[in-house]
């Protein structure tokens, strides 16, 4: 009994022995992911999110010019939703006329105050010259009068004739004084009519203009198209928010999305690779399956800063080559632009590539065995890097750090070739076994 017992703790320990070995290489065996060092052009990227807008578009206007009107801003109270694709004289806004018409009353009022005093002047006006031309006729029947006198006076003495001579004068002299006065007074008239007539013909007109201008407060598209709201230092335009006018009052627009732009920001690390003209790939997030072509249409000379952080970005415009009915405005893009292309270069995945203070190197598949590689790195993009020296093509490299990775001794590249890319050796710092590693994999932009 004892020797059965003990043949069966025998075969347990076997059996969880070869439990144990199949379970620790399996895992083993997964960590043993491997990628092939690849040779050929390699593109330099620079990747970007943006934001699609139309290259034109058909701005809906609110009413201009009521800046001067004492009117600085307009609220919306109505407004289409956005994407609502609207026909020519279709309703697309409403604006709040609670200031335009307390302005209109106020101008009203001031209408009809300059219409009273219109009304009063021409009255005074018609008095005064009545009473003047009234006066110059009494006045002719005094000369008249006075000339008869002077007339009968022939066979009076001499100091009576005389003495009439001077009444018919002196009658004369005052008709012509009141015929000049009254002249000068009808040009006064004159004058105080235009002037209450302009007072009032301003008020007239001014008041005609609000209400031209009222019903421009209901906006309607001016064509065919789809409504996108319209953006401002404030934010985007929708129901609630204010139309500063002075600007130019726009409240929605018409986007011709047979032309799209993809409108991005790249860093000020990055911004001197970037070209007018350089080719770009194109995703859309809402539809990964979708790729698109473009060229870069224009990049900013000045750089700004983007809200709550200290990085300065400079604004890039997308040109899309293709035209797709999916692409709205206002959809997010990623954009890859590439700057420049490396002909005959080898190249491997970014994760495969590990870097110290010291040393780059790689983990490559040498026949059954692994090494640790030092490799030369160049120039890198958001998946790939370039490796100048240390690996071939087709060579085997693994993308996780193996167990015993401290331990391994690395294979340093001949000084030659060190001094061929100026690098210094790597003997006096490299990692003894059970050393603590700092090493860290290499990251895109990194330097290197």
Not at 107 to 113: A, G, H, I, Q, S
Not at 284 to 304: H, L, R, S, Y
Not at 386 to 411: H, R, T, Y
Request: proline share 3%.
């Amino acid at each position: 009994m004892k020797q059965k017992k003990v043949g069966y703790i025998i075969a347990g320990i076997f059996v969880l022995a070869i439990v144990a070995y199949f379970i620790f290489s399996r895992n083993d065996k997964s960590q043993q992911i491997t990628v092939k060092v690849k040779k050929g052009t390699f593109p330099i990227e620079v990747t970007t999110t943006g934001e699609l807008f139309a290259k034109s578009s058909e701005k809906i206007r609110g009413p201009l010019g009521l800046n001067q009107m004492q009117i600085y801003s307009v609220k919306i109270l109505k407004l289409v939703q956005e994407g609502t694709k609207v026909d020519s004289g279709d309703f697309v806004a409403a604006l709040d006329q609670s200031e335009i018409n307390s302005k209109m009353k106020e101008v009203e009022t001031n209408r009809d105050k300059a219409l009273t005093q219109l009304t009063q002047r021409q009255l005074d006006s018609s008095l005064n010259l009545r009473r003047l031309r009234d006066d110059q006729i009494n006045m002719k029947y005094d000369l008249e009068q006075k000339k008869t006198i002077k007339d009968q006076s022939i066979y009076e003495p001499p100091a009576t004739r005389r003495q009439a001579e001077i009444e018919m004068e002196k009658a004369q002299r005052t008709l012509e004084q009141a015929q000049k006065s009254y002249d000068l007074q009808y040009r006064k008239e004159v004058a105080n009519m235009d002037d209450a007539n302009s007072t009032y013909s301003q008020a007239q007109r001014k008041l005609e203009q609000m209400q031209d201008k009222i019903k421009q407060f209901n906006i309607f598209a001016p064509k065919k198209g789809m409504v996108i709201y319209s953006r401002n230092w404030n934010g985007r335009q929708q129901e609630g928010s204010t139309v500063d006018t002075w600007g130019d009052c726009t409240v929605a627009e018409l986007p011709d999305l047979s032309k799209m732009i993809s409108r991005t920001y790249v860093n000020e690390i990055d911004i001197s690779k970037v070209k007018t003209g350089q080719e770009v790939r194109i995703g859309i997030d809402a539809f990964p399956d979708k790729k698109f072509t473009g060229k870069v249409k224009d990049v900013a000379n000045v750089g700004e800063q983007l809200p709550n952080t200290n990085a300065k970005v400079f604004e890039v415009n997308i040109l899309i080559n293709e035209f797709d009915s999916i692409l709205r405005p206002s959809m997010t893009s990623k954009n890859t632009i590439i700057t420049a292309s490396i002909n005959n270069v080898m190249f491997a995945p970014i994760e495969a590539v590990i870097s110290n203070d010291t040393v780059t190197y790689v983990f490559k598949k040498n026949g059954s065995r692994v090494i640790k590689q030092q490799v030369i790195a160049g120039e890198s993009n958001d998946n790939e890097i370039i490796l100048k020296s240390g690996v071939k093509e087709n060579d085997e490299l693994l993308l996780l750090q193996p167990e015993n990775a401290d331990k391994m001794k690395l294979v340093e590249l001949s000084p030659e070739e060190l001094k061929k890319f100026e690098v210094k050796p790597a003997s006096k710092n490299i990692l003894k076994p059970n050393a603590k590693n700092t090493s860290k994999m290499i990251k895109p932009g990194s330097s290197r």
